[in-house]
């Protein structure tokens, strides 16, 4: 290369072809934990749980629906999702040194690519959904690509370590505190959640209801990504094992993904057992402290949703070298489409259940909720296979691609 002239231009996302298929299958069956952790939210009219957004009362069928949430979904989802997007920030400088690509260029190309993230999150959280992830994640992504990506893999594993040991020892003062007051007779004052966390889905009125949202994004962005610990820990491990390229190698890695996937998934659903089973009634003693539960479900869902990450690792080796049935060729189609998928939910979800909509959301209960969020994840996967079978990738990836990677940027 002489002076003066260009270097090498930051290459594109992998091809159909190029890409490992489970961090893809991991993403496409995600999309449907996220699904079902998203819609309870659309269930207004309803008093809630002062430690969640699950309506306190509903059918047997409903308890068993809310319980089953609980313990597999609720804060499951989003260090899963974390954890996932961390793979990837390892990968796309990976990616990018293997073509020749200047380290500057590189991290170039993920910063555009996070504060692009915020943007669309903005835009979703403005119009549709106020829980929205992205711009949680593009937040983080920039702040631990600044600190963290160029740093060790013991520093890695370090500040993963002492940002678990903060969660677990958060959890053990909120079950203290819940131990005082059911023993000791501690008198306490719930709060339960801010009425702006739920008010989106109740406002007839659209416009009110975009400002509830936008009140709402911030919380979530700060709150539940940034300085929530389970977020940046989540993402700082994938970013971990994507420099050992866990996930598109996994037969070489079962060692490690067996008692990942085992630990994981026993230790996340024997620590929501105790909020479900406050939740519903079964220990009514502790119904006055399943606020203490939010912070267990927090560690133990960090752990759990790295766990599932692990299982789809072991389904990806198991299936190494083999024909993928439809099933799972279809879940992977859509985890190709990941953000397509998260945002179709929400152009399938907020009209129609929201109050300012079609209202549905106070018409079902947590059973009938459920049901609609597997309808709602199936078309999305129809979506996806029609796409993967024209060729074509999803729009909003398609869109953010030429945001990122612009020719000469």
């Known amino acids: ?5 260009p270097g090498p231009q930051p290459v594109g996302p992998l091809g159909t072809a190029e890409r490992a298929p489970a961090p893809d299958l991991a993403r496409g069956a995600m999309l449907l934990l996220i699904a079902l952790a998203n819609t309870p939210f659309y269930l207004y009219g309803r008093a809630h749980s002062e430690a969640g957004f699950h309506p306190v009362d509903g059918s047997p069928v409903d308890r068993v629906v809310q319980a089953a949430l609980i313990i597999g979904v609720d804060m499951r989802v989003y260090p899963m999702f974390a954890f996932l997007f961390g793979y990837g920030l390892a990968v796309i400088p990976r990616r990018q040194a293997e073509a020749g690509v200047p380290d500057a260029r590189a991290f170039a190309v993920l910063r555009r690519r996070n504060l692009w993230l915020i943007a669309f999150g903005l835009v979703h959280a403005l119009l549709l959904w106020g829980g929205d992830v992205l711009g949680a994640y593009g937040l983080c992504g920039l702040v631990l690509t600044w600190l963290f990506l160029r740093r060790s893999d013991r520093t890695l594993l370090v500040w993963s370590a002492l940002g678990t040991v903060v969660l677990t020892a958060f959890a053990a003062f909120s079950l ?6 059911v023993v000791e007779g501690v008198p306490v004052q719930g709060g339960g959640l801010p009425a702006f966390v739920t008010a989106s889905a109740s406002a007839t009125d659209p416009l009110t209801a975009a400002l509830d949202r936008m009140l709402l994004w911030p919380f ?5 990504g940034l300085f929530g610990i389970a977020v940046p820990v989540a993402m700082l491990l994938g970013v971990w094992a994507a420099r050992r390229r866990v996930l598109e190698r996994p037969v ?3 060692r490690l993904l067996w008692p990942a996937a085992v630990v994981g998934v026993a230790v996340g659903w024997l620590g929501g057992l105790p909020h479900a089973l406050a939740h519903v009634g079964v220990l009514p003693e502790l119904g006055t402290v399943v606020w203490a539960f939010t912070a267990v479900q927090m560690v133990t869902g960090l752990v759990c949703g790295i766990g599932y990450v692990a299982v789809f690792g072991l389904l990806a080796a198991r299936l190494e070298g083999r024909p993928p ?3 799972a060729s279809a879940v992977t189609a859509l985890g190709r489409r990941s953000m397509t998928g998260y945002l179709g939910q929400s152009v399938l979800c907020a009209p129609v259940l929201a109050a300012w909509g079609l209202g549905v959301g106070g018409l079902l209960g947590s ?3 459920a049901v609609y969020a597997v309808g709602v994840w199936t078309v999305t996967v129809a979506v996806a296979v029609a796409l993967e079978r024209a060729g074509r990738t999803g729009p909003a990836e398609q869109l953010l691609r ?6 000469g940027r």
Not at 1 to 5: L, R
Not at 176 to 181: E, S, T
Not at 402 to 407: D, H, I, Q
């Open 1 to 5: 290369m002489t002076a003066g002239q």
């Open 176 to 181: 203290y505190g819940a131990w005082a007051v």
């Open 325 to 327: 049935g439809r099933v």
């Open 220 to 224: 979530i962005v700060l709150g539940q």
């Open 252 to 254: 070489e890695h079962r």
């Open 402 to 407: 030429r945001l990122v990677y612009r020719p």
């Open 367 to 369: 059973a009938g909720m």
